[in-house]
């Protein structure tokens, strides 16, 4: 057991194997072993199959890895049950659930971390610490896998053992142990002969041992051996000690004299840039990674976001730290020219650093490798900007902890290890307006602050636009800001955010070259996403546009993700930046009707399903068949959820299709919102998109579909107090109906019409045509719609005060929506059982009625469910409960303040919280709520309403002992009842009141 705890749990330093019980045990087939090295390599982080699958079968999967891969993960748990160790599969990946430290690999690393930071105040330790570290190892890692990646894996990992003795020699020739590691030094530097770091520890024990001319010799075949394979002399570090052996330089046997040479130190990092905005929290977070001993720390993002920016005002926070300089390098990633070759930048990095022309290597790794010998031991500040990805990455960086990396990419740079990535996005929104305001220079009045929010809002808060936008503001007057801004308005803003014909460049220009490097796979998905309705899609959605399989289009995501031009937005949805989106939309889709139209199949069966799991589904209208999975939805409650975060999609999908001439989409889209917009409070939406709809229908010149979209629109306004729009659409609707001759459309027409009539307090003309409607709907078999007729059926008999014959259309609504299932019918169905219930005095059972629909249907929504409310509170209230009322009371009240709010339904909850004030013993308050609820009802030509709200006044003024006003109040509503026919007229005791 190594002295800094218990030994590593999962073994990679050799042969995979396990710790079980304190004994190794082998992780199996080679297969196997692979799959648990995979898990093993990043502990506690999920991988994905597919990556496992790659690194197994090195591209050579069977028919269907995932079916073998499963038995392997299998048996590996069970090898694991015992070790406290688990391994949990979620969503396409698999996770090694330990501490980095319970493998071997990772915990030498760890250890010989802790001895570089004891070395000085604790050799001792230090000494322990690296000798365990050194004990993990086993032989070649993965020794029994074969496979491409175990061989990146060893080779990646090799150097790191040998980093581990060199850093052991350097600790204790620091306390005089020659003697003890002369016998080791002679076996490492005999495995690594062209090292020069253990070359010159190797020789430095020897003159310490008195063995001056083994040391020469050694020195001399050190040198052959370099010029023969490398064509290079020994470095100046290595020739120093050789030319202090040779003058016998007693210093040398000291323990405290420092050997090394004195070297170039470079200062190549470019001037910071003038102080950025809006970034501290990521110069915190780089800072924390540094504490973390990340020695690599990589600002990625999209093109313009200022990335190179906040790495060199960083970097030179850190420059002080970093005694033997600074290097830095343009890497021109994404520049519009050829990458840098990693070649000539190593080749520039090492001339800098001192090393001669003549010592130079030709070949890359043998670069990389002279770079990091060279590095080694020192602290340098290295900035690689502007990085195309990690295979360009890779063999510019040090091996030696003492030096920190900075990089910046488009790239997320997940394929390098130890890598700490921050991800550089917009600025919000009032830093935005910090950069423009600070680059005009003067604190900007009211109209220039409105229109630099404006501005900020069109550069899309990108830090490159702002600037490309305070370039074109000589003095930043108003006049010049209101011009710029209508301009982005009204013109092309990615040729308005550019730099002059002279100096190509801008937000396009940065956009175009993270595109042009894109496979064309990923290309074409992007282009299909400049195609998609609004700023966020379905991953379901664009595998139908593509007509590709699911998981290769995630995957393709995930590549675009990875250049930052698209990125998640939760829920199984992707979105892009508003001017990235603009640059897609601009190219070319070789088959873009085709896949438009693959795409709004997909969101009109997505949307139909959601509805239908709701309980809603207004109009009939074909499921188009997908290819493309449509979500299923275990509850209302999911569906409506669902539709709540697709409600903006979905919206700009209707304009869309039919600006696209896909009337059928608009229409299926538009129709199959009806409920989720009704109940949710969404009407004048709503009544926007139905007007695309029907002038989509007009195109269609389908009369059964043009009366559908009026009759929609006909209860739409009148929904929004406008019974006069509302009745020109039925008008309308029934013309087209009988053009169709279709007495089923004309009977539901007439149905619809009848709202209108009730409103009106037309309650005889109402019932006539429900009644009328009934056989016609039998016929057609339109279910749902005779269960809300007979629901319909049920308030007029309620309002006429005969309750056994409401209680039986009710039943018979009940009935069909039992039978049939029709959710949505429910919750009236019980609400209106309730209100005969309330009629008939029975308010614990209407209590019961109002609350079963509060807790049990979440789909009436938040304003159906206010409605609800409002009547239960004033059971409540009779029943004494007026705590629980009064906060009833004030959700309704809220929930009804809209101006969009039905005349009918805004009054009703005034006259119900008038109710309560007063038997609440505040007659005053009841006065305000029942003139307000005359005031609506007059307005909106609600007789009934008008009349409750007198009897109101009435009762309020009762009380108040103002017996003149009551009688007036009084006689108004007995007046309004008797012409009404309703119940009130003939019972003056009636309990509504």
């Given at each position: 057991?190594?002295?800094?705890?218990?030994?590593?749990?999962?073994?990679?330093?050799?042969?995979?194997?396990?710790?079980?019980?304190?004994?190794?045990?082998?992780?199996?087939?080679?297969?196997?072993?692979?799959?648990?090295?995979?898990?093993?390599?990043?502990?506690?982080?999920?991988?994905?199959?597919?990556?496992?699958?790659?690194?197994?079968?090195?591209?050579?999967?069977?028919?269907?890895?995932?079916?073998?891969?499963?038995?392997?993960?299998?048996?590996?748990?069970?090898?694991?049950?015992?070790?406290?160790?688990?391994?949990?599969?979620?969503?396409?990946?698999?996770?090694?659930?330990?501490?980095?430290?319970?493998?071997?690999?990772?915990?030498?690393?760890?250890?010989?971390?802790?001895?570089?930071?004891?070395?000085?105040?604790?050799?001792?330790?230090?000494?322990?610490?690296?000798?365990?570290?050194?004990?993990?190892?086993?032989?070649?890692?993965?020794?029994?896998?074969?496979?491409?990646?175990?061989?990146?894996?060893?080779?990646?990992?090799?150097?790191?053992?040998?980093?581990?003795?060199?850093?052991?020699?350097?600790?204790?020739?620091?306390?005089?142990?020659?003697?003890?590691?002369?016998?080791?030094?002679?076996?490492?530097?005999?495995?690594?002969?062209?090292?020069?770091?253990?070359?010159?520890?190797?020789?430095?024990?020897?003159?310490?041992?008195?063995?001056?001319?083994?040391?020469?010799?050694?020195?001399?075949?050190?040198?052959?051996?370099?010029?023969?394979?490398?064509?290079?002399?020994?470095?100046?570090?290595?020739?120093?000690?050789?030319?202090?052996?040779?003058?016998?330089?007693?210093?040398?046997?000291?323990?405290?004299?420092?050997?090394?040479?004195?070297?170039?130190?470079?200062?190549?990092?470019?001037?910071?840039?003038?102080?950025?905005?809006?970034?501290?929290?990521?110069?915190?977070?780089?800072?924390?990674?540094?504490?973390?001993?990340?020695?690599?720390?990589?600002?990625?993002?999209?093109?313009?976001?200022?990335k190179t920016a906040l790495a060199l005002t960083w970097a030179h926070k850190l420059s002080a730290?970093?005694?033997?300089?600074?290097?830095?390098?343009?890497?021109?990633?994404?520049?519009?020219?050829?990458?840098?070759?990693?070649?000539?930048?190593?080749?520039?990095?090492?001339?800098?650093?001192?090393?001669?022309?003549?010592?130079?290597?030709?070949?890359?790794?043998?670069?990389?490798?002279?770079?990091?010998?060279?590095?080694?031991?020192?602290?340098?500040?290295?900035?690689?900007?502007?990085?195309?990805?990690?295979?360009?990455?890779?063999?510019?960086?040090?091996?030696?902890?003492?030096?920190?990396?900075?990089?910046?990419?488009?790239?997320?740079?997940?394929?390098?290890?130890?890598?700490?990535?921050?991800?550089?996005?917009?600025?919000?929104?009032?830093?935005?307006?910090?950069?423009?305001?600070?680059?005009?220079?003067?604190?900007?009045?009211?109209?220039?602050?409105?229109?630099?929010?404006?501005?900020?809002?069109?550069?899309?808060?990108?830090?490159?636009?702002?600037?490309?936008?305070?370039?074109?503001?000589?003095?930043?007057?108003?006049?010049?800001?209101?011009?710029?801004?209508?301009?982005?308005?009204?013109?092309?803003?990615?040729?308005?955010?550019?730099?002059?014909?002279?100096?190509?460049?801008?937000?396009?220009?940065?956009?175009?070259?993270?595109?042009?490097?894109?496979?064309?796979?990923?290309?074409?998905?992007?282009?299909?996403?400049?195609?998609?309705?609004?700023?966020?899609?379905?991953?379901?959605?664009?595998?139908?546009?593509?007509?590709?399989?699911?998981?290769?289009?995630?995957?393709?995501?995930?590549?675009?993700?990875?250049?930052?031009?698209?990125?998640?937005?939760?829920?199984?949805?992707?979105?892009?930046?508003?001017?990235?989106?603009?640059?897609?939309?601009?190219?070319?889709?070789?088959?873009?009707?085709?896949?438009?139209?693959?795409?709004?199949?997909?969101?009109?069966?997505?949307?139909?399903?959601?509805?239908?799991?709701?309980?809603?589904?207004?109009?009939?209208?074909?499921?188009?068949?997908?290819?493309?999975?449509?979500?299923?939805?275990?509850?209302?409650?999911?569906?409506?959820?669902?539709?709540?975060?697709?409600?903006?999609?979905?919206?700009?999908?209707?304009?869309?299709?039919?600006?696209?001439?896909?009337?059928?989409?608009?229409?299926?889209?538009?129709?199959?919102?009806?409920?989720?917009?009704?109940?949710?409070?969404?009407?004048?939406?709503?009544?926007?998109?139905?007007?695309?709809?029907?002038?989509?229908?007009?195109?269609?010149?389908?009369?059964?579909?043009?009366?559908?979209?009026?009759?929609?629109?006909?209860?739409?306004?009148?929904?929004?107090?406008?019974?006069?729009?509302?009745?020109?659409?039925?008008?309308?609707?029934?013309?087209?109906?009988?053009?169709?001759?279709?007495?089923?459309?004309?009977?539901?027409?007439?149905?619809?019409?009848?709202?209108?009539?009730?409103?009106?307090?037309?309650?005889?003309?109402?019932?006539?045509?429900?009644?009328?409607?009934?056989?016609?709907?039998?016929?057609?078999?339109?279910?749902?719609?005779?269960?809300?007729?007979?629901?319909?059926?049920?308030?007029?008999?309620?309002?006429?005060?005969?309750?056994?014959?409401?209680?039986?259309?009710?039943?018979?609504?009940?009935?069909?929506?039992?039978?049939?299932?029709?959710?949505?019918?429910?919750?009236?169905?019980?609400?209106?059982?309730?209100?005969?219930?309330?009629?008939?005095?029975?308010?614990?059972?209407?209590?019961?009625?109002?609350?079963?629909?509060?807790?049990?249907?979440?789909?009436?929504?938040?304003?159906?469910?206010?409605?609800?409310?409002?009547?239960?509170?004033?059971?409540?209230?009779?029943l004494g409960h007026v705590d629980a009322a009064r906060a009833r009371h004030l959700t309704a009240?809220?929930?009804?303040?809209?101006?969009?709010?039905?005349?009918?339904?805004?009054?009703?909850?005034?006259?119900?919280?008038?109710?309560?004030?007063?038997?609440?013993?505040?007659?005053?308050?009841?006065?305000?709520?029942?003139?307000?609820?005359?005031?609506?009802?007059?307005?909106?030509?609600?007789?009934?309403?008008?009349?409750?709200?007198?009897?109101?006044?009435?009762?309020?003024?009762?009380?108040?002992?103002?017996?003149?006003?009551?009688?007036?109040?009084?006689?108004?509503?007995?007046?309004?009842?008797?012409?009404?026919?309703?119940?009130?007229?003939?019972?003056?005791?009636?309990?509504?009141?």
């Amino acid at each position: 057991m190594p002295p800094v705890g218990d030994s590593p749990l999962i073994r990679l330093l050799g042969e995979v194997s396990v710790l079980v019980q304190g004994k190794p045990v082998s992780a199996g087939t080679p297969k196997q072993a692979c799959v648990l090295a995979c898990l093993a390599w990043t502990p506690g982080t999920p991988v994905d199959t597919d990556t496992i699958i790659e690194r197994v079968w090195d591209g050579d999967a069977p028919t269907n890895p995932r079916n073998t891969l499963s038995p392997y993960v299998t048996r590996l748990r069970s090898l694991l049950s015992d070790t406290g160790a688990t391994i949990t599969g979620k969503s396409g990946t698999y996770t090694l659930n330990i501490a980095d430290t319970d493998v071997d690999v990772h915990a030498m690393r760890a250890w010989a971390t802790q001895a570089r930071g004891l070395a000085a105040t604790d050799p001792a330790r230090a000494v322990a610490l690296l000798r365990a570290a050194l004990g993990l190892w086993r032989g070649r890692p993965l020794s029994r896998v074969d496979c491409r990646w175990a061989d990146s894996i060893s080779v990646a990992v090799e150097p790191e053992h040998v980093e581990v003795w060199t850093q052991l020699f350097e600790v204790e020739l620091s306390r005089d142990n020659h003697a003890r590691v002369i016998g080791e030094l002679s076996e490492v530097v005999a495995d690594n002969p062209v090292n020069e770091n253990l070359i010159g520890q190797y020789l430095v024990a020897l003159y310490r041992c008195g063995r001056g001319i083994e040391a020469l010799e050694c020195y001399r075949q050190a040198r052959q051996r370099l010029r023969d394979e490398f064509g290079v002399d020994p470095s100046p570090r290595l020739a120093d000690i050789q030319r202090r052996i040779l003058a016998d330089d007693r210093d040398l046997l000291s323990a405290r004299t420092d050997v090394a040479a004195e070297v170039a130190v470079p200062r190549q990092l470019p001037a910071a840039p003038a102080g950025i905005i809006g970034r501290d929290t990521l110069i915190n977070a780089a800072d924390a990674a540094v504490a973390r001993d990340h020695d690599t720390v990589a600002f990625v993002g999209p093109g313009g976001a200022g990335k190179t920016a906040l790495a060199l005002t960083w970097a030179h926070k850190l420059s002080a730290r970093f005694t033997d300089g600074q290097l830095f390098a343009d890497l021109r990633g994404f520049s519009g020219t050829e990458p840098a070759p990693p070649a000539r930048v190593l080749t520039g990095f090492l001339r800098a650093l001192g090393v001669p022309a003549s010592r130079l290597p030709a070949g890359e790794s043998e670069l990389s490798a002279l770079f990091r010998a060279t590095v080694a031991g020192r602290r340098i500040l290295i900035v690689l900007d502007n990085a195309v990805g990690p295979r360009q990455l890779r063999p510019l960086l040090p091996g030696d902890d003492g030096c920190l990396t900075v990089a910046t990419s488009r790239d997320n740079l997940s394929g390098l290890d130890r890598v700490h990535a921050i991800t550089v996005a917009e600025l919000s929104s009032a830093d935005s307006q910090r950069v423009l305001a600070e680059t005009l220079g003067a604190r900007p009045g009211p109209v220039a602050a409105t229109l630099i929010a404006r501005l900020a809002e069109q550069c899309g808060n990108l830090p490159l636009a702002l600037r490309l936008a305070a370039s074109q503001l000589s003095g930043g007057s108003d006049h010049e800001l209101s011009e710029l801004v209508d301009d982005l308005d009204s013109g092309d803003r990615l040729a308005t955010l550019s730099y002059p014909e002279d100096s190509p460049g801008g937000v396009a220009a940065a956009i175009e070259t993270s595109y042009k490097v894109l496979a064309p796979g990923p290309r074409h998905l992007f282009r299909l996403l400049g195609l998609h309705p609004s700023g966020t899609a379905d991953v379901e959605a664009l595998a139908a546009m593509a007509d590709a399989d699911l998981a290769e289009t995630e995957r393709i995501l995930s590549t675009l993700a990875a250049a930052h031009l698209v990125e998640p937005t939760g829920d199984g949805r992707w979105g892009m930046h508003d001017l990235v989106a603009e640059y897609a939309s601009r190219l070319d889709a070789p088959d873009r009707e085709a896949a438009l139209k693959r795409g709004l199949d997909w969101y009109l069966a997505a949307v139909l399903a959601a509805e239908n799991a709701s309980g809603g589904g207004q109009v009939a209208t074909r499921t188009p068949e997908v290819a493309a999975p449509v979500p299923t939805f275990a509850d209302p409650d999911a569906a409506l959820a669902w539709l709540d975060s697709r409600y903006p999609t979905l919206v700009s999908a209707v304009s869309f299709a039919d600006d696209a001439g896909f009337p059928e989409h608009a229409i299926g889209i538009a129709g199959s919102l009806t409920d989720y917009c009704y109940n949710g409070g969404r009407v004048e939406d709503w009544v926007h998109l139905l007007r695309v709809a029907l002038s989509a229908a007009r195109r269609l010149g389908d009369p059964v579909v043009i009366n559908r979209m009026h009759v929609l629109l006909g209860s739409g306004y009148r929904r929004l107090n406008r019974s006069d729009i509302a009745i020109d659409h039925y008008r309308q609707a029934m013309d087209a109906a009988r053009q169709a001759r279709d007495t089923y459309r004309q009977a539901v027409t007439g149905f619809a019409r009848a709202y209108v009539h009730r409103d009106h307090g037309e309650y005889e003309q109402a019932r006539i045509a429900c009644e009328a409607a009934i056989p016609h709907l039998r016929e057609h078999g339109d279910v749902r719609t005779e269960a809300n007729l007979f629901t319909d059926l049920a308030l007029l008999a309620i309002l006429r005060g005969d309750y056994p014959e409401a209680t039986r259309l009710n039943d018979t609504a009940r009935r069909l929506a039992e039978e049939y299932r029709l959710r949505s019918v429910m919750p009236y169905v019980i609400e209106y059982s309730g209100r005969i219930l309330y009629r008939q005095g029975r308010l614990d059972e209407a209590a019961a009625a109002f609350a079963s629909v509060l807790s049990g249907f979440g789909e009436v929504g938040e304003y159906g469910a206010a409605l609800i409310a409002s009547q239960l509170a004033v059971v409540q209230s009779r029943l004494g409960h007026v705590d629980a009322a009064r906060a009833r009371h004030l959700t309704a009240l809220s929930a009804t303040a809209d101006p969009s709010t039905p005349d009918d339904d805004r009054a009703a909850v005034l006259s119900d919280s008038g109710l309560s004030f007063r038997l609440a013993g505040q007659p005053e308050q009841a006065l305000e709520h029942h003139r307000e609820a005359l005031f609506v009802a007059e307005r909106g030509g609600i007789p009934y309403q008008q009349a409750r709200a007198h009897h109101g006044l009435c009762l309020a003024f009762r009380a108040l002992s103002d017996t003149d006003r009551a009688e007036e109040h009084w006689r108004e509503a007995l007046d309004i009842h008797t012409r009404l026919g309703t119940a009130e007229a003939t019972e003056p005791g009636h309990p509504m009141y």
